[in-house]
């Protein structure tokens, strides 16, 4: 099936769009788009949570670290319960992995097909002050035979196998906007109707641009060839463009083009983003947006993850950006063969 049969016109509302979507399936049992669904409720409820945030008193920290020793704010653990539940009462899930948990969560929905990961809220220093945040997930078919209790196996796979991903944007709108592996579509969210609309179909990420989105804070910390990288983009007079909210830049990078980059430092020689709630969801929607994504050396949907919380340099956005900027990074290995 082509992409012209798959569209619908702007407009058309989150529900409609994923039954359509489900019709053109013959065999599709609906559980998938009943988890989109949910994902959907819970990502309106923690919107509802953020509009509310500077009026009762849930901004701010929680007191307490997550996982990965970073201050849990109050929004964090709010958005982590909500998402959670609703994907335990949905019942499509037998597990999920998140930002703000240890392990595995077995939500004891044997039946469920389906794991996500999920980084419930993203750019959490951003909360305070009012600059968008957003939420990432992921959703993976379980590799353990349904009736069973989840296994590691099926949330420890490579991106590539996938079968949904996509964020919630809390901003000046809030949207939502996901692939299942046909193209990424945005719906924008209509607050007095409750309702996602269609409002960016079919999105593709401009193949060449002139934004660069960085932490140059980090500067003296990068590798050589990043350096070198980013004093392409300043002669080429590039826009330097950073939020400090991944899904925000990305969403930016995917509207005008650009590149987003989180690379290796010497304090964190892996960088900073996670591999399976940050950087596979969005590189699953990159490629799927015509982008590109890699950790300097491998695709990342390629990465075959080791630990849950594990952590990967990334270079992601519009794909001449992506090679480019690899070229730079591979200039040191080519010359030293
Ligand atoms: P989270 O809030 O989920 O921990 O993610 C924060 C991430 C990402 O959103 C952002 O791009 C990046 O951290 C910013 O890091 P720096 O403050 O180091 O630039
Ligand atoms: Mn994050
Ligand atoms: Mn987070």
């Given amino acids: ?36 669904r949910d ?71 044997y039946e469920g097909k389906y794991v996500v990961a999920i980084d419930p809220l993203d750019g959490s220093s951003n909360i305070d002050v009012n600059v968008s945040i957003g939420t990432i997930f992921s959703i993976y078919r379980r590799l353990s035979p349904t009736g069973t209790p989840v296994q590691m196996q099926d949330v420890m796979q490579e991106g590539f196998k996938q079968v949904a ?14 692939t299942t592996g046909h193209g ?35 500067y003296r910390d990068f590798p050589k060839e990043v350096k070198e990288y980013l004093e392409h983009c300043k002669d080429k007079r590039y826009s330097g463009r950073y939020i400090g909210s991944l899904v925000a830049d990305f969403h930016r990078n995917l509207l005008k083009g650009g590149i987003y980059l989180y690379p290796p430092t010497e304090k964190a020689p892996k960088g900073k983003l996670r591999l399976l709630y940050e950087g596979n969801a ?42 480019t900027c690899s070229q730079f990074l591979n200039t040191k290995k080519l010359t030293e063969v």
């Avoid at 991903?165 to 996901?178: D, H, K, N, P, W």
Wanted: aromatic share 8%; net charge negative.
């Fill in 282 to 323: 969005l590189a699953f929607i990159a490629e799927q947006a015509g982008g590109a994504a890699t950790d300097g050396e491998n695709r990342i949907l390629n990465i075959v993850p080791e630990k849950l919380h594990q952590r990967t340099p990334l270079y992601i956005g519009s794909k001449s950006m992506v090679d």
């Fill in 39 to 109: 994902i959907a409720l819970a990502g309106k409820i923690v919107n509802r949570e953020i509009n509310r945030a500077g009026l009762i008193n849930i901004t701010g920290t929680f007191g307490a670290q997550n996982v990965q020793g970073e201050e849990q704010q109050k929004l964090d653990v709010i958005a982590n319960v909500r998402f959670i539940r609703a994907l335990r009462n949905g019942g499509e899930v037998c597990g999920i992995i998140s930002e703000e948990e240890e392990d595995l969560i077995d939500t004891e929905k």
């Fill in 184 to 218: 990424v579509n945005g719906f924008t969210y209509e607050p007095s109707l409750g309702e996602f609309i269609l409002s960016h179909a079919d999105m593709k990420m401009p193949e060449n641009a002139s934004i660069y989105s960085v932490n140059e804070g980090n």
């Fill in 1 to 36: 099936m082509n992409r012209e049969e798959w569209a619908l016109p702007v407009g058309t509302a989150l529900d409609r769009f994923i039954s359509k979507h489900q019709e053109q399936f013959p065999y599709a049992t609906g559980e998938l788009s009943q988890l989109l």
């Fill in 165 to 178: 991903a996509g964020y919630l944007l809390y901003s000046s709108s809030t949207m939502l906007v996901y």
